[in-house]
C-alpha cells in the first residue's frame, strides 16, 4: 500500500550572517514535525535552504571585498552547518543560487507578465534594507520600519508590480474555504483587518538599483525582487517549472505545511497564495506562523548583545538537550525566553532529574534483582492498571496534540508519564519487595510495567530528542519492532532483557556553571576593553635589520585551491614562485575565502619558512594575511594581495 505523503518546508535563512538560536527554532520545529510524520507511516518531503540575493547581500560583499556569490557560499555553508548540528533531516538545502532555481523563476517571471499579471511601472517611497520591504510614509511607525524598527531609504526607481489587487477577493474566498489555512487560527484575523480590508496595493517585484539578484531575462536592467524569488522556492525546490514540473512536484505539492516565524506571515498568506493563483497552481494547505524565541524578555540582537548560538549551545548542553528546550519552551501562540539559567533549570528538572533517573534506576534494578530478564506479568493489581491506562491514555493525548503542532503540550503530556513512572516507584517500593522471596514475582511486574513505559517515552521522545530516543531503546534491548509508534501502546513487548544503565543526563551544577559564563563574559569583555585602550596593536621586541634580511618574502600566484578534509579552517593552495616546481601550502582562511575567490591571486609568501604537516598535508611556506576584527566583535581577516607582480619577485 502506497504511503501517504507530507511535504513541509521552512523559511529560507537569509544568507548575510550566523542564524541565531531564535532563527535555529524554525528548523528543529520543522524537523520535530517532519520526524513524527515519518513515525506516522507518511512519505515525507522536507524542504529547507538559504535566501541568498538582495542589496543587503551586495552590500556585505563590497564591504569584505569578496564577489556576492563568494560570500553567500560561505553564509550558506555556516547555515547548513548549525542545521547539521541541530541532527536535523531534511531532504533538500536549496539556495536561491541554484541553477534549477534561477532558471525556473526567470521562467515565472516572464510568465506573469506576459499574462498582464506583471507591469512595469516605477516606485517612490520608503525601502528598509534589512527587511528588504518597501513602504509608504504612512506605513511607518514613529518613521521606522513598521516590522523591525530600523530607519528606512528614500527610494526610487523603475520596478515591476504584481497585480495583488486583481487576487484580493479571490483570496479572501479562499480564506472562508479553508478555516485550516491559518495556524494560529488568530493570524487570519491580522491578515484581514491589517492589509486585506483596507486594501492591496500592487507588489514590487523587481529592482533597477544594484545587481545581485536572478536576472529578468528580457529585461537586463532589472532583477527579481527577493520575495518573488524566495517564496518561489516552494515549488521549485520539488521540481516546479512553468515548462512542465517533475514526478517529484506533482507527487508532493500542494504543500502540507509551511514552518515560519509570525514576522513573515504576510508574505506567506497574502503575497504567497496570489504568486500560486495567478500561476493556477494549487495553494499550500496550511501556514503555521510560529511564535518567537526571546532572551529573556527582548528579542535577540547582536547590538544589544544577547545573541544565543545553537551550536554553542549544543556543545555545553548536549543537541537533545537543546532541541527539547526549544520544543518545549514556545506555546503553541506565545513567545518563548531563553537564557542560560532557564535552559539549566529545564534540564535539570525534566532530563537529570525525571527523565535520566528514572530510565537509569529500573534498568539498574532489573539487572540487579533478576539478571536483566523480565517477562510480561498479568494485570492483576490496581496500580498497574492504573500505570498502563495512563501510558496508553498519553500516546492518545500525544497524537492528538502532536497532529496540532502543539509541541509543548505534547511534550508536557510525554513527561508527564515519566512522573507518573516515578511516583508508581515510590508507590510500589521495589526495593522493599525484593527482600522477601514470596515478592518476586510481584517485583517482576512492577519492574515489566516501568520498562515498557520506558519503552514507549522512547517513541514518543523520538521526534524531539532522537538521539535519547535512540540511547533509551538501546539500553532496553528491544527489537526495532517494538519502537515504531504502530507499538506504541503498554504490553506490546513479551519480555524485556536489558542492557547496562547508561546515564542520559548529567545533573548540571547550576552555580558552577553560572560561575564558568560569567568568567567567559568577564575575559571577553576586559579583552575588548583592552582592544579599546590600545586599539588592538602589540608590537613584538624589536630585531635587527639583519634579521629581517633573513626572511624571503616571494610573490606568489595561486593556480589552484581546495578545502583540506577534516580542517574545516584551512585550504591548500597550489602556488607559481616562480620555479618549475608547485608549491603546496595550508592555509587557515578557509571562513573567509572560498577558492574560485582565491584562485588566479597574486599573494605575498613567506618562500624560506620550514615545512610543517598539517592534517596530512605537507606546508611549504605561508601567504601574509592582516588580522582585524568586526563592529560584532568578531574575527576579520584579509589577505594580501599583490595582483599584476610576476611569480618569483622578491619583496623587501
Not at 111 to 139: A, M
Not at 331 to 356: C, H, S
Not at 513 to 528: D, G, N, R, S, V
Amino acid at each position: 500500500m502506497e504511503k501517504p505523503t507530507f511535504y513541509l518546508t521552512t523559511a529560507i535563512a537569509y544568507a548575510s550572517s550566523k542564524p541565531h538560536i531564535g532563527n535555529t527554532y524554525d528548523i528543529v520545529l520543522a524537523d520535530m514535525i517532519a520526524r513524527y510524520k515519518r513515525m506516522m507511516g507518511f512519505d515525507v518531503y522536507f524542504l529547507t535552504g538559504s535566501d541568498e540575493h538582495g542589496l543587503k547581500i551586495e552590500q556585505h560583499a563590497v564591504k569584505e571585498g569578496i564577489t556576492p556569490q563568494a560570500y553567500v557560499d560561505r553564509a550558506a555553508a555556516c547555515i547548513k552547518e548549525v542545521w547539521d548540528c541541530m541532527d536535523v533531516t531534511y531532504d533538500r538545502f536549496i539556495r536561491t543560487t541554484d541553477d534549477d532555481h534561477v532558471k525556473a523563476v526567470q521562467k515565472i517571471f516572464r510568465r506573469l507578465y506576459e499574462q498582464g499579471d506583471i507591469y512595469k511601472g516605477s516606485y517612490e517611497g520608503k525601502y528598509c534594507v534589512p527587511c528588504e520591504s518597501f513602504f509608504t510614509p504612512s506605513q511607518l511607525v514613529d518613521g521606522k520600519c513598521p516590522d523591525c524598527g530600523r530607519d528606512c531609504t528614500d527610494a526610487k526607481e523603475e520596478a515591476y508590480f504584481l497585480r495583488l489587487s486583481k487576487y484580493q477577493d479571490k483570496l479572501l474566498r479562499y480564506y472562508e474555504e479553508n478555516p485550516d489555512f491559518f495556524a494560529p487560527e488568530s493570524r487570519r484575523n491580522e491578515m484581514i483587518n491589517n492589509f486585506l480590508k483596507p486594501g492591496l496595493n500592487d507588489l514590487c517585484v523587481s529592482r533597477s538599483s544594484f545587481t545581485w539578484g536572478v536576472p529578468v531575462d528580457f529585461d537586463d536592467k532589472h532583477v527579481v525582487y527577493v520575495w518573488l524569488d524566495a517564496l518561489t522556492n516552494y515549488i521549485t525546490g520539488c521540481g516546479y517549472s512553468p515548462d512542465g514540473s517533475t514526478e517529484l512536484y506533482n507527487k508532493f505539492w500542494p504543500a502540507d505545511l509551511h514552518v515560519i516565524g509570525k514576522d513573515i506571515v504576510r508574505f506567506h498568506t497574502i503575497y504567497w497564495p496570489i504568486i500560486l493563483m495567478a500561476l493556477g497552481e494549487p495553494l499550500p494547505k496550511q501556514v503555521l506562523g510560529h511564535p518567537w524565541l526571546l532572551f529573556g524578555e527582548d528579542k535577540m540582537s547582536k547590538s544589544k548583545g544577547n545573541v544565543l548560538y545553537a551550536d554553542d549551545l549544543a556543545k555545553r548542553f548536549g543537541v537533545d538537550a537543546i532541541r527539547y528546550y526549544l520544543l518545549t519552551e514556545i506555546p503553541f501562540a506565545q513567545d518563548g525566553t531563553i537564557t542560560y539559567e532557564t535552559v539549566i533549570n529545564r534540564y535539570n528538572a525534566d532530563l537529570a532529574n525525571t527523565l535520566g533517573n528514572l530510565v537509569n534506576r529500573s534498568i539498574a534494578m532489573t539487572n540487579k534483582y533478576f539478571g536483566g530478564t523480565v517477562r510480561r506479568p498479568a494485570l492483576t493489581d490496581a496500580l498497574d492498571t492504573e500505570l498502563a491506562d495512563f501510558c496508553n491514555a498519553t500516546v492518545a493525548k500525544y497524537t492528538q496534540l502532536m497532529d496540532t503542532w502543539h509541541n509543548a503540550d505534547a511534550a508536557e503530556v510525554v513527561m508527564n508519564l515519566a512522573k507518573r513512572c516515578n511516583k508508581y516507584i515510590d508507590e510500589t517500593t521495589p526495593w522493599a519487595l525484593a527482600k522477601n522471596e514470596a515478592d518476586r514475582e510481584r517485583l517482576e511486574a512492577v519492574l515489566y510495567n516501568l520498562l515498557d513505559c520506558i519503552r514507549v517515552l522512547g517513541i514518543l521522545l523520538t521526534p524531539f530528542m532522537p538521539s535519547t530516543g535512540a540511547a533509551i531503546q538501546a539500553q532496553l534491548q528491544v527489537d526495532s519492532a517494538y519502537t515504531a509508534m504502530d507499538s506504541a501502546a503498554y504490553g506490546a513487548v513479551p519480555a524485556y532483557t536489558v542492557g547496562t544503565p547508561s546515564p542520559l543526563f548529567a545533573r548540571i551544577d547550576a552555580e558552577k556553571f553560572l560561575a564558568e559564563i560569567a568568567a567567559e563574559k568577564q575575559a571577553a569583555q576586559a579583552a575588548a576593553e583592552t582592544q579599546e585602550e590600545m586599539p588592538g596593536i602589540t608590537f613584538l621586541p624589536e630585531i635587527g635589520i639583519d634579521t629581517v634580511a633573513k626572511i624571503d618574502l616571494r610573490v606568489a600566484k595561486i593556480t589552484a585551491c581546495e578545502p583540506i578534509k577534516k580542517a574545516k579552517k584551512l585550504l591548500k593552495l597550489t602556488l607559481d614562485d616562480g620555479t618549475d616546481t608547485p608549491r603546496t601550502v595550508c592555509s587557515g582562511i578557509a571562513k573567509w575565502y572560498t577558492p574560485d575567490v582565491l584562485v588566479g591571486r597574486s599573494v605575498v609568501l613567506v618562500a624560506n619558512l620550514k615545512p610543517a604537516t598539517l592534517c596530512g598535508v605537507e606546508s611549504q611556506g605561508m601567504i601574509l594575511a592582516a588580522t582585524d576584527h568586526t563592529e560584532d566583535g568578531e574575527e576579520d581577516v584579509k589577505v594580501l594581495f599583490v595582483d599584476g607582480m610576476t611569480p618569483g619577485s622578491s619583496i623587501s
